[in-house]
């Protein structure tokens, strides 16, 4: 049977979608950052009727990103960011290791239910996973109170406000994309590698640090990206319990409901995608050696 | 004999941990490690709701506040002395399904708005993701990397900067609920896409067409009779995950929300703010009723397409 490439015509409404409702949106983000905020704390306003191509290149200019890079609220917020993103995505690596090795490489009744356990927070929302720690390490919540009971002292009261709360939280929806993406290394590592390495003498340092680290290196890297990609975005979690840090997704989120700057917000979300795509498409490419379409 | 060899042979072949590699010490010690952090972790996990779920139906002195003068409030039917009574439940004895009558009289059409969300995200990414996936794995076509490329763009890019890219964009859609839909399509769709192409590549579905076709069967035939049955349980699994990421989405759909058109996780959003913790909890109870029957089945279900397509969830 001959390929006709006529049946690819199957593709075109994805291609349809994705060009209108992806592609178009994002170079309209990037385009309206560079023109002049409108803001009501500047006290400009919109002007009426939607802009043309001419009218935007009279427009256009940096304004928005001098404001960006020249205010230290701004670059603190950035700052914030990707520190807590990076901690959360190196920590939920190193937790979820675990896991993902029990997963694969033993045997227990309940396994499936483990593993439905693990995914719980997958399709949680920010929100909730705020919600929680506030009822487990907010002024009053369980952790506190079991440990009132105990000790008579309500030791880590008010974690959930901090910057460790705020790690805590962020770890709590990683987990199983974390384990997920782990456990499908684990599972495509060859163990004849590991069994060859003993029995020529190896010791278990020595099986961990040359055979099984250096092989798995590829998909912990991405697993990092990923966990920074995420974090970076996710502004649930932030809303509710980032009290004393200004973060970038809230700082994008109190723009447009505060000040109705939408300029500036895409502005932000342009330095945010910015971020966010290089670590992907850099870090991750290096890291998964082989690409997810592409045949084995 | 021979049996016996040649089942060592396969278990050989396919890497099972032979016993004398976790005799050691240091490698019991590790797993034994490993099964603590395990535990912990699912503990971890699990704590919150086991609290919620308490908070959800204990009763509260701490009434009279603005958890009581909701809007949906009002429109009930107890009144008077009913409503009275029932605030005296609620003060005096130990467990209470008030909450939970309060969240769904408030927030009731929200939810049913974000399980309409939800069912029409799964039909939708089917009909295209199926057809898509078919196509990218099929055919070999100009810009093909480039489409698959852009259909996992969603992952690793924020959602409030595409909801703010969005609501820019499409003024005309902002005051509808397809603007919602449409942020968790762009979401969800990469779920389906690598649950269906992950299948295809794994077996060769274009030597059944060629036999279906030597055979006599039309296309139509051989879609619905040959690929179509091939891909059941890919689109079983890919239609379960994009239910539970849809159920779920906030960080694009919160700033798409209308007044008139919230899913549900902006509701609890609300109640958070706005609401003691008995209704935040009973809220979030509900959430995860609605949320564990389609994680649960995704596990059962779920085998090799599930591993493949939780990879960079």
């Known amino acids: 049977m001959k390929t006709r490439a006529s049946g690819a015509v199957l593709v075109l409404p994805l291609v349809v979608f994705l060009v209108v409702f992806l592609l178009y949106p994002l170079c309209y983000l990037a385009a309206n950052s560079l023109v002049p905020g409108g803001g009501v704390l500047e006290g400009r306003t919109k002007q009426v009727g939607g802009w043309s191509a001419g009218q935007w ?22 700052f914030h960011s990707v520190v807590l993103s990076l901690a959360v995505a190196i920590g939920s690596v190193i937790l979820c290791i675990a896991p993902a090795w029990v997963l694969v490489r033993t045997q227990f009744p309940g396994k499936r239910l483990f593993r439905a356990v693990l995914t719980i927070p997958m399709a949680f929302s920010g929100v909730i996973v705020g919600f929680m720690i506030v009822i487990m390490l907010g002024r009053w919540g369980a952790i506190p109170a079991v440990l009132h009971w105990l000790t008579g002292e309500a030791y880590l009261s008010m974690t959930a ?28 590592f060859d163990f004849d590698l590991d069994a060859a390495a003993r029995s020529l003498g190896a010791t278990l340092w020595q099986r961990l640090w040359y055979v099984l680290v250096p092989l ?14 995420v974090s970076m975005g996710s502004f649930g979690v932030a809303l509710i319990i980032a009290k004393k840090f200004n973060l970038l997704p809230v700082d994008i989120f109190l723009e447009i409901t505060g000040y109705a700057n939408f300029e500036f917000a895409s502005a932000l979300c342009v330095v945010m995608l910015v971020i966010t795509l290089t670590t992907n498409l850099y870090l991750r490419r290096i890291g998964e050696k082989r690409y997810v379409f592409k045949e084995r | 004999m021979s049996s016996r060899s040649a089942s060592a042979v396969a278990a050989a072949v396919a890497g099972r941990p032979r016993p004398i590699a976790l005799t050691t010490l240091g490698v019991r010690l590790l797993t034994s490690v490993a099964y603590v952090i395990s535990v912990l972790l699912a503990l971890a996990i699990l704590s919150p709701v086991a609290v919620s779920f308490w908070g959800a139906m204990t009763t509260s002195k701490a009434m009279g506040t603005a958890s009581e003068v909701g809007p949906g409030w009002q429109a009930t039917t107890t009144t008077g002395s009913g409503v009275f009574a029932e605030r005296t439940q609620a003060q005096t004895g130990f467990f209470t399904s008030l909450w939970y009558r309060y969240v769904f009289r408030v927030y009731g ?32 076509f100009r810009g093909q990397a480039l489409v698959e490329e852009i259909v996992l763009l969603p992952m690793s890019i924020p959602g409030i900067a595409v909801a703010i890219a ?18 968790h399509l762009l979401y969800t769709m990469p779920f389906m896409i690598r649950a269906v192409t992950n299948t295809l590549r794994s077996f060769d579905f274009v030597a059944l067409e060629q036999a279906a076709a030597s055979l006599g069967a039309t296309w139509w035939q051989r879609m619905c009779w040959v690929i179509l049955p091939n891909l059941k349980h890919a689109i079983l699994v890919g239609s379960l995950l994009v239910f539970a990421i849809s159920l779920g989405e906030f960080n694009a759909s919160f700033l798409l929300n209308t007044p008139i058109n919230q899913s549900y996780p902006a509701a609890l959003y609300d109640t958070y703010n706005l609401d003691s913790f008995q209704v935040s909890s009973a809220a979030t109870m509900i959430f995860m009723v609605l949320l564990f029957p389609a994680l649960i089945a995704l596990q059962y279900v779920g085998g090799r397409e599930l591993e493949e397509a939780g990879q960079g969830v």
């Open chain 1, 57 to 78: 290149l009279r427009t256009v200019t940096v304004e928005n990103y001098v404001k960006l890079f020249g205010d230290g609220y701004y670059l603190s917020s950035l």
């Open chain 1, 216 to 229: 798995l290196l590829p998909a912990i890297i991405s697993t990092v990206a990923l966990a920074f990609a």
């Open chain 2, 166 to 183: 969005l609501i820019q964009a499409h003024t005309t859609l902002r005051p509808t609920w397809y603007i919602i839909l449409v942020g």
């Open chain 2, 109 to 140: 059409r929200t939810i049913l708005f974000t399980l309409q969300l939800a069912v029409v995200s799964v039909v939708i990414t089917t009909l295209i993701g199926v057809a898509a996936s078919y196509a990218l794995v099929r055919y070999r």
């Open chain 1, 161 to 188: 406000y901090t910057l460790s709360g705020l790690v805590v939280a962020y770890v709590y929806f990683e987990i199983p994309r974390a384990t997920l993406t782990l456990e499908a290394a684990i599972r495509k």
